[in-house]
């Protein structure tokens, strides 16, 4: 018999590398940043190069050596455009952006048409498919932020393997249990879905969304629940075995059944809640169970909810791939609303209002919703389809659900 373990992270890994990120400056004798190395410390590896350097002004100083590069640029999550970087005559690339609002932001350097990380920068973010990896920077601000680690309980994340029979592959799902939850029995479940450039590990990872929810917890403004945070890709799980995955066929247009056939839709079914279910003391109840998703599983998550709505009681997609949740698709909900009005006590849709990638998409799917008449909250906030977003959005929806 197969027997999985479960690794448990008692976790503030993203808030660990923080103290890297913002050196006071060199010390006493140690050359400047992207300057000359000194006797005995560069030699041939060449100039010294701090990067990232958050100023005292929220400044962030970026640096790349590429000495035979002819073009360098900086950009990612910053503030939405590339920066040109200026070489030095060392050989050191350089661009200053901001001042940036205190937060989380990813960034990546192009360095004539090859994308690169930042070698001085150990915080990385996993990416996939088209979306590769990224470095990670956190600007702070004047205290902990909703996202940080703060002097209160904590729970756990567990990374947890399972096989998946419907799709033949070995995957895991990182578990989010709250503080004392061993000593507790029949927890609500919220299932978080990742976007296409995540893996399972990116609501936690960059998502912070273990602190968030220990914040929240301790603050009483959410109730202590266990958070499944699954891999959303057809694919083979990272940590479990060689790279594989299942090939999906292409939807056969806007009138086509429901996409819960899907591979990853045959795996949450049939897999990975019976697994939940099974190993973790939730609640089976769909009153107690929640489903919320980012991007591409914000659109998973409206695929659940609109084709087994009695699975659940609250939904909340955040900057949705919404393009298939329409009245051809789904005639039965838009024609009787009251089908999902019943079923559904938080029926949530957040956008950044200068989201371009899924802003129209959310802007058609809530007029719709409306003029069908089925209740929903459709929250237009600042930013654009990046994580900067996507943590606020769990921050304002987690204390909706479970009341």
Same mark, same amino acid.
């Given at each position: 018999?197969?027997k999985?373990?479960t690794?448990?992270?008692?976790?503030?890994?993203?808030?660990a590398?923080?103290?890297?990120?913002?050196p006071?400056?060199?010390?006493?004798?140690?050359p400047?940043?992207?300057?000359?190395?000194?006797?005995?410390r560069g030699?041939?590896r060449?100039?010294?190069?701090?990067?990232?350097?958050?100023?005292a002004?929220r @400044?962030l100083?970026?640096?790349?050596?590429?000495?035979? *590069? @002819?073009?360098?640029?900086?950009?990612?999550?910053?503030d939405?455009?590339?920066h040109?970087m200026?070489?030095?005559?060392?050989g050191?690339?350089?661009?200053?952006?901001?001042?940036?609002?205190?937060d989380?932001y990813t960034y990546? +350097?192009?360095v004539?048409?090859?994308?690169a990380l930042?070698p001085?920068n150990v915080?990385?973010k996993?990416g996939?498919g088209?979306f590769g990896?990224?470095?990670?920077?956190?600007?702070?601000? $004047?205290?902990?932020a +909703?996202?940080?680690?703060?002097?209160?309980?904590?729970g756990?994340?567990?990374?947890?393997?399972?096989?998946?029979? *419907?799709?033949?592959?070995?995957?895991?799902?990182?578990?989010?249990t709250?503080?004392?939850?061993?000593?507790?029995? #029949?927890?609500?479940?919220?299932?978080?879905?990742h976007?296409?450039?995540?893996?399972?590990?990116?609501? @936690?990872?960059?998502g912070?969304a273990?602190?968030?929810?220990? #914040?929240?917890?301790?603050?009483?403004?959410?109730?202590?629940?266990v !958070?499944?945070?699954?891999?959303?890709?057809?694919?083979?799980?990272?940590?479990?075995?060689p790279?594989?995955? !299942?090939s999906?066929?292409?939807?056969?247009?806007?009138?086509?059944?429901p996409a819960?056939?899907?591979?990853?839709?045959k $795996?949450f079914l049939?897999?990975l809640m019976?697994?939940?279910?099974?190993d973790?003391? !939730?609640s089976?109840?769909a009153? $107690?169970?929640?489903?919320?998703?980012?991007?591409m599983?914000?659109g998973q998550?409206l695929?659940?909810?609109f084709?087994r709505p009695?699975?659940?009681?609250y939904?909340?997609?955040?900057?949705?791939?919404?393009?298939g949740?329409t009245?051809?698709?789904?005639?039965?909900? +838009?024609k009787?609303p009251?089908?999902?009005?019943k079923q559904f006590?938080v029926f949530?849709v957040g956008?950044?209002?200068d989201?371009?990638?899924t802003?129209?998409s959310?802007?058609a799917?809530?007029?719709?919703?409306s003029?069908?008449?089925i209740t929903?909250t459709?929250?237009v906030?600042?930013g654009?389809?990046?994580?900067t977003?996507w943590r606020?959005h769990l921050? $304002?929806?987690?204390?909706?659900?479970?009341?």
């Amino acid at each position: 018999m197969l027997k999985t373990a479960t690794l448990i992270l008692a976790l503030s890994l993203p808030a660990a590398t923080a103290t890297a990120q913002t050196p006071s400056g060199p010390p006493a004798g140690a050359p400047v940043p992207g300057g000359p190395a000194a006797p005995g410390r560069g030699g041939p590896r060449g100039p010294v190069v701090i990067s990232p350097e958050i100023g005292a002004d929220r @400044t962030l100083t970026l640096r790349y050596l590429a000495p035979n *590069a @002819t073009q360098v640029t900086a950009s990612g999550e910053l503030d939405g455009k590339p920066h040109p970087m200026t070489k030095g005559a060392d050989g050191v690339w350089t661009v200053t952006v901001g001042p940036l609002a205190p937060d989380i932001y990813t960034y990546a +350097f192009n360095v004539d048409g090859v994308v690169a990380l930042d070698p001085r920068n150990v915080n990385t973010k996993y990416g996939y498919g088209n979306f590769g990896a990224v470095s990670i920077v956190e600007i702070p601000g $004047d205290g902990p932020a +909703f996202y940080d680690v703060k002097d209160v309980p904590h729970g756990e994340v567990r990374i947890k393997p399972y096989v998946s029979k *419907a799709l033949g592959l070995n995957r895991t799902a990182w578990i989010y249990t709250p503080p004392g939850y061993d000593k507790g029995s #029949n927890y609500p479940v919220l299932y978080l879905l990742h976007g296409a450039g995540d893996i399972e590990s990116g609501w @936690t990872m960059i998502g912070r969304a273990n602190n968030i929810l220990d #914040n929240l917890i301790a603050e009483g403004k959410a109730k202590p629940m266990v !958070v499944v945070m699954p891999q959303g890709h057809p694919i083979q799980s990272f940590w479990t075995g060689p790279a594989k995955g !299942v090939s999906q066929p292409p939807p056969s247009g806007p009138t086509a059944p429901p996409a819960i056939e899907g591979g990853f839709f045959k $795996d949450f079914l049939n897999d990975l809640m019976p697994m939940v279910e099974r190993d973790y003391k !939730v609640s089976k109840k769909a009153e $107690d169970r929640a489903i919320a998703g980012l991007s591409m599983g914000g659109g998973q998550t409206l695929t659940l909810a609109f084709s087994r709505p009695e699975l659940f009681r609250y939904v909340a997609a955040m900057s949705a791939a919404a393009n298939g949740i329409t009245e051809a698709r789904y005639p039965a909900v +838009f024609k009787d609303p009251s089908v999902l009005n019943k079923q559904f006590k938080v029926f949530w849709v957040g956008i950044g209002k200068d989201d371009t990638l899924t802003g129209p998409s959310n802007t058609a799917l809530h007029d719709a919703l409306s003029k069908a008449g089925i209740t929903h909250t459709y929250a237009v906030g600042e930013g654009r389809h990046e994580w900067t977003v996507w943590r606020q959005h769990l921050r $304002d929806v987690a204390p909706l659900l479970f009341k």
